[in-house]
């Protein structure tokens, strides 16, 4: 079954760095692009970026552009989030899932997530 770890959260001062990991099992990694998504308090969950499957292609979301580095490692079928010059607004809990075809019922699976708080 389809599983995510996500892993790496936790509390930085503003203009810090966090690397986050999601550990994924469950389905052929490099079948599939990836996504991390993010959900801030009272806010809708939204997608902060999208890598290809090969790796190749990433796009950010405009207010990350430049500051966050998606990675993914198909050894370890694992995906990274490097955050860069985090701010407040950054704060949220972090979600890295596949992206299935919207037909596809294991696109309901998520990760627990990884807490990301960004505060002076």
């Known amino acids: 079954q389809v599983q995510y770890v996500e892993s790496g959260g936790g509390l930085v001062q503003p203009g810090g760095s966090l690397r986050l990991s999601c550990a994924a099992s469950?389905?052929?990694?490099?079948?599939?692009?990836m996504t991390w998504y993010r959900e801030a308090p009272g806010k809708e969950r939204e997608i902060v970026a999208v890598?290809?499957?090969?790796?190749?292609?990433?796009v950010y979301r405009d207010t990350v552009k430049g500051r966050f580095i998606m990675s993914r490692d198909s050894d370890k079928n694992t995906v990274y989030l490097q955050m860069n010059s985090l701010k407040p607004e950054d704060t949220a809990v972090y979600y890295c899932?596949?992206?299935?075809?919207?037909?596809?019922?294991?696109?309901?699976?998520w990760g627990q997530g990884t807490q990301v708080t960004v505060s002076s």
């Open positions: 890598m290809s499957r090969d790796g190749e292609n990433v």
């Open positions: 469950g389905f052929t990694f490099t079948n599939y692009a």
């Open positions: 899932k596949a992206a299935w075809p919207k037909y596809d019922n294991r696109g309901d699976i």
